[in-house]
């Protein structure tokens, strides 16, 4: 017979595992938003038909969360109604409103707070970032004192503002900061803004360009103040917010107040665990295997979004963790990817960097690492007329750039960063106004000096770099 | 409906904001805003929108919500 003379076919034994992987694996998803939801979707598209099972901290489908600091302040959308649009069907097991709470890796289970075990094969973790709270916590609850990170904190700070209060604090400048003054004032409402950098904007883009970001605010009729650091939140009788008391000796007289100063990483869970997380995030390699604690890559456990930091070949190799849209979606694919192949078939997250902010109505977009650079040429447009783009230069390479209201440059700059061309580059610009016939010093802050940081975390070193000291200015 | 922009890649060509004024609307020259949630009604005018996009920013949803995005579903 056909079947008996045939000899028998010895599986291999990498290639089978897959393949039951695949077919029959358990693939759990902690962190239920843009990174989770496009893993997951990523993980069906390549033909996983395992068990998939969603985690995820807020009761709420995953959402979407720039529109909150833009539209939904502005009253043009409403906080709830952001779901993320489904790309297709992820047919998962959904755990909403329930956060992990530890991780055993021997065990291979990932643990819930209401006691629950869910088991794994492979285990995608993507629980992000949250809001930094007002360090002194009985300040933080008086009424009227916002974050703004989530759904529920986006209508709650929506719902205080049509109410329309009399004066809005915006403690730290950075972009998110920067959208709320800008969304405030859009509805007219009294803002001050208190950053303890030179200018907003300072920390991400360096001082050139953050002296255009200060010159909106100011002709928009925000109070801005710079160099002060707020020493103290004060309340009514009721718990309400009254007054907030700067570094100068000054008080401001507000109702609300927006604190945005950055993110913590959501790693807490992860201690103990033995994985390579922290509060700069989760170490994991270029294909976002995550790191254990003794610097081994586990072939089982990868991370993605903003609690992940990967080295990045185009910059120096050194660990960036990035609280970007796009990048979230670009390495949920590339982990979800990898999750299902071969370690030949594996792919590095290499994604340039980019991202976009809109604040008094002007197009704020940058691609690269402006805040690893020394130097900026204005390469198209002028400062002056606040239609400009910024290329920013570091070690004689082109190494980011940003743009306000000319973002159609920027995939060209990408290009640049990505064959690391020469800085200053070595051709005429078309719109070259005089301010970008020389490069100039960037000016960004002094690292030991507090400012509101960029949303690109650098850490950790490249090898190569080892007698190079890094200081981004000075 | 859901939809999403990847602003990474809008050009700010407005040709949505031409097509379906109602979901999308220029917010100065140059950046977009546009709403993530909008009237059923607006279906096809969003289709349109989204396939007129040089760059294909705009996502919308390929499938029905699945019933299992319910809060505290298991």
């Known amino acids: 017979m056909p079947w008996t003379s045939r000899p028998r076919r010895c599986p291999v034994l990498g290639d089978g595992a897959l393949e039951q992987l695949k077919r029959e694996g358990r693939i759990v998803v902690v962190g239920a938003s843009l990174a989770g939801l496009r893993a997951a979707e990523t993980l069906r598209a390549k033909g996983f038909v ?12 995953p ?56 088991p794994y094969d492979r285990l995608l973790i993507a629980t992000g970032v949250r809001a930094r709270p007002w360090p002194r916590p009985e300040e933080a609850e008086l009424d009227g004192v916002f974050v703004l990170r989530t759904r529920d904190e986006g209508a709650a700070l929506a719902r205080r503002l049509d109410e329309g209060p009399k004066r809005v604090l ?3 400048g950075g972009f998110a900061g920067s959208e709320v003054a800008s969304a405030c004032r859009e509805r007219g409402l009294p803002v001050t803004v208190a950053e303890r950098g030179a200018a907003p904007l300072v920390g991400a883009l360096g001082g050139v360009v953050a002296a255009v970001a200060a010159g909106l605010h100011r002709e928009h009729g925000v109070d801005l103040r710079c160099g002060v650091m707020v020493t103290a939140l004060e309340g009514d009788a009721s718990g309400r917010v009254r007054a907030a008391h700067l570094s100068d000796g000054s008080t401001v007289e507000t109702d609300v107040v927006v604190v945005s100063l950055g993110a913590l990483r959501n790693t807490e869970w992860l201690n103990g665990s033995g994985l390579g997380a922290g509060p700069r995030g989760i170490a994991c390699d270029a294909g976002c295997r995550a790191f254990d604690i003794r610097g081994i890559v586990t072939d089982d ?22 609280e970007h849209w796009g990048n979230a979606v670009a390495q949920a694919g590339i982990a979800a990817h990898n999750m299902l192949s071969e370690s030949i078939d594996r792919l590095p997250h290499m994604d340039v960097p980019a991202f976009w902010s809109s604040q008094f109505g002007v197009n704020v977009k940058s691609v690269g690492v402006p805040s690893m650079a020394t130097d900026i040429l204005i390469s198209q447009g002028s400062l002056d007329s606040r239609r400009f783009v910024g290329v920013y230069g570091y070690q004689g390479r082109v190494i980011g750039a940003v743009s306000f209201d000319h973002g159609r440059w920027l995939p060209f700059y990408k290009e640049l960063i990505e064959r690391t061309a020469p800085f200053p580059p070595q051709f005429p610009t078309v719109d070259r106004h005089t301010d970008g016939q ?34 981004p200015a000075h | 409906m859901s939809i999403a922009v990847d602003l990474n890649r809008c050009q700010g060509y ?61």
Request: glycine share 8%; with cysteine; aromatic share 6%.
């Open chain 2, 14 to 74: 407005a040709q949505c904001a031409f097509l379906a004024p109602e979901i999308f609307t220029m917010h100065g020259d140059e950046a977009l805003l546009y709403d993530p949630d909008p009237d059923e009604a607006q279906r096809e005018k969003l289709a349109q929108a989204a396939a007129a996009c040089p760059v294909q920013a705009i996502l919308v949803d390929a499938v029905d919500k699945p019933a299992e995005a319910v809060p505290g579903a298991r």
């Open chain 1, 301 to 322: 456990i990868y991370a993605a979004g903003d609690v992940a930091r990967c080295p990045h070949p185009l910059f120096g190799y050194q660990f960036l963790s990035l």
């Open chain 1, 438 to 471: 020389q490069p100039m010093d960037a000016d960004f802050p002094d690292p030991s000096v507090p400012s509101h940081g960029p949303t690109v975390t650098l850490s950790g070193y490249s090898p190569a770099d080892r007698r190079m000291t890094f200081t």
């Open chain 1, 50 to 61: 395992g068990s998939l099972t969603m985690i995820g901290d807020e009761p709420y489908e």
């Open chain 1, 170 to 172: 915006v403690i730290g």
């Open chain 1, 63 to 118: 959402y979407d969360r720039p529109p909150l600091s833009k539209g939904v302040l502005l009253g043009r959308a409403r906080a709830h109604r952001t779901a993320l649009p489904r790309l297709r069907s992820v047919d998962a097991t959904w755990r909403l409103g329930v956060p992990a709470t530890g991780l055993d890796m021997a065990a291979r289970r990932v643990r819930l707070a209401d006691g629950d075990d869910v």
